[in-house]
């Protein structure tokens, strides 16, 4: 069932209510990380990401924090939403909501989420290439994917 979701910048004020909802997100969702990889990622995500990336913030109609959505550029460099919220249109929300802020876009998505990999394919995202690793060099290969620029 879909929901109603605001999109809103994120603040500095929003930075440890998204860094746990990452957190119960990486957890539903990366089964291929261990308790230790996520651990070890926190530090990167709340003094890296939060800070670095264009937030946009998912709020549900309760005005809850159901999701997140870090942007570079034109580069979707992360999309969490909250497992209570997920698969209900918010993804599908923040996607659009990059799309008319940045035109087309791409992402990178770990090949061990087939989860990811299918919600960005099912969005017209198209896989362009590969890398063994991730950006920091762990052995979690990469799928490079963006949209078809007409």
Same mark, same amino acid.
């Given at each position: 069932?879909?929901?109603?979701? %605001? $999109?809103? *910048?994120?603040?500095? #004020?929003?930075?440890? !209510? &998204?860094?746990?909802?990452? +957190? ?16 070890? %990622? $926190?530090? *990167?995500?709340?003094? #890296?990401?939060?800070? !670095? &990336?264009?937030?946009?913030? +998912? ?92």
């Amino acid at each position: 069932m879909r929901e109603k979701f %605001l $999109i809103r *910048a994120g603040v500095p #004020g929003d930075h440890d !209510a &998204l860094l746990a909802l990452w +957190l119960r997100s990486v957890r539903a969702t990366h089964t291929f990380l261990t308790a230790a990889d996520i651990e070890a %990622l $926190i530090p *990167a995500v709340r003094d #890296g990401a939060l800070v !670095a &990336l264009e937030l946009s913030v +998912l709020v549900a109609g309760d005005g809850a924090l159901a999701g997140f959505m870090g942007l570079d550029g034109a580069k979707v460099e992360a999309i969490f939403i909250d497992p209570a919220h997920a698969g209900k249109g918010g993804g599908t929300a923040l996607i659009a909501h990059a799309r008319q802020v940045k035109g087309a876009l791409a992402v990178d998505v770990n090949e061990q989420n087939p989860d990811a990999l299918a919600f960005y394919l099912a969005r017209g995202f198209v896989v362009v290439g590969r890398s063994e690793t991730d950006g920091e060099g762990r052995p979690f290969p990469l799928l490079h994917l963006a949209e078809p620029t007409p």
